[in-house]
């Protein structure tokens, strides 16, 4: 079976999944909308606006699409596969996304708790306010201890998350979120969470709702300064796999919170096609989860698609038909590393339109996914805050890093920055 496959998104989680699937025996056409330049070189990028359902309608008839992927997280909390699936031109069309009810465990934080509450996943305490709760929201801040953690409830494109060590600094952020909008609607419901103490890590899963396919564990390192310093960003750069999630830590995640996930989905009939992202911390009281995501996350992404030793177009079919096996996917010895390299000023302000040298050199192991890009006039520039990446892979982990960093410093733009420390908190350089 041939198919037309569309992929939603622009950004390197995309671009790892489209050279993922251009692979497949099974594609005919890769289309994806937007896409970036360097995804050309596995399809067909597009301009078919997942907002503009008619054109979106047109697109996929016309090119008699047989799967939509959607890898960013709006289009699913939008409801966008509720709307593939109610169509008459276009319910015949695989959807590897879940509707908009189950997509709430990413869209909604008070969601995701309650759901981890109803079925006994281990997570950080929490209480939810809403806007007409603001002065109760002061007060129970001044009876919980530093640090205090501040979520706005539903997306605020990666910046709703609030880590402060001062009263007074969370009591004006609780005011700016709840009692003038900071992060709009996102933030009409703020979740104050208890702080959890431990090392983060992310595990991934592929599940049609009732069963699911393990996939590789990463860790990404999300501080735009070395050694963690500075504002939070969308990713700097990822690891796979992770030397301390041992056996005895997978068994605990897989029974304590994979499997009650999935039977809690089941169990409610949320309707959930498509991957799971388990934002983890490994505690001194065990691993607890600290999100979801109803997708794929970046720039794990980037070392976890590399490092599945399967063809992902059957699988998602089954996916999409309800006959997924639960299993582990079959994964390389090899490890993944990459690393980010950012615009200067990347997460605040920072300047776009900065021609991009050394994409046509090659380091053999060596992949780069392109992110924030754009092509004007055949030059390819930087368009947004993380530019693109590198992944290395080989046996040796440390290898893999070095192959990463060699790659970037054959790639330059005007300000181009990237951590440097990537990997060392794990002995890798």
Request: include cysteine; proline fraction near 5%.
């Amino acid at each position: 079976m041939m198919m037309n496959v569309l992929l939603l998104g622009s950004g390197g989680r995309e671009s790892a999944l489209a050279w993922k699937m251009a692979q497949s025996p099974m594609m005919d056409q890769l289309f994806i909308a937007p896409g970036n330049p360097g995804m050309k070189a596995y399809g067909t990028c597009v301009a078919v606006d997942w907002k503009n359902r008619d054109a979106l309608t047109h697109f996929c008839t016309a090119e008699n699409i047989d799967m939509v992927v959607i890898g960013p997280e709006d289009p699913l909390v939008a409801g966008l596969a509720d709307f593939f699936a109610t169509s008459p031109e276009l319910s015949h069309i695989h959807v590897i996304g879940p509707k908009a009810e189950a997509a709430q465990l990413e869209g909604s934080k008070d969601f995701s708790k309650e759901f981890m509450r109803r079925h006994g996943i281990p997570t950080a305490g929490h209480r939810t306010f809403t806007s007409d709760q603001l002065e109760e929201a002061k007060q129970y801040l001044a009876t919980i201890d530093a640090p205090y953690v501040l979520k706005a409830d539903g997306l605020a494109a990666g910046k709703g998350v609030l880590i402060l060590d001062n009263l007074a600094d969370a009591l004006r952020e609780m005011d700016a979120m709840l009692g003038q909008a900071k992060f709009g609607a996102a933030s009409s419901r703020v979740v104050v969470e208890e702080f959890l103490e431990g090392i983060e890590f992310s595990v991934f899963v592929l599940t049609d709702g009732k069963d699911f396919m393990l996939m590789p564990e990463a860790k990404d390192y999300k501080r735009i300064g070395e050694a963690d310093q500075g504002l939070n960003t969308g990713g700097m750069g990822a690891v796979s796999p992770v030397p301390f999630v041992q056996d005895h830590v997978k068994k605990e995640v897989l029974t304590q919170i994979i499997q009650p996930t999935i039977q809690g989905l089941a169990h409610e009939k949320l309707d959930y096609v498509g991957f799971i992202f388990f934002g983890l911390i490994h505690t001194a009281k065990g691993v607890k989860v600290i999100e979801y995501n109803c997708r794929l996350g970046d720039p794990e992404t980037e070392v976890v698609i590399p490092r599945v030793e399967e063809d992902l177009l059957p699988l998602f079919v089954d996916a999409a038909s309800k006959s997924l096996l639960t299993r582990p996917m079959a994964q390389s010895q090899h490890s993944a590393c990459t690393v980010m390299q950012v615009s200067g000023g990347y997460p605040e302000a920072y300047e776009k339109g900065k021609p991009i040298h050394g994409l046509d050199e090659a380091i053999d192991g060596v992949m780069v996914f392109q992110a924030g890009t754009k092509e004007v006039k055949g030059e390819i520039i930087t368009d947004g805050g993380r530019v693109l990446c590198a992944t290395g892979m080989a046996l040796d982990p440390a290898e893999a890093l070095e192959k990463a960093y060699a790659r970037l410093d054959q790639i330059s733009f005007d300000g181009a920055y990237r951590r440097n420390d990537i990997g060392v908190d794990l002995g890798l350089r």
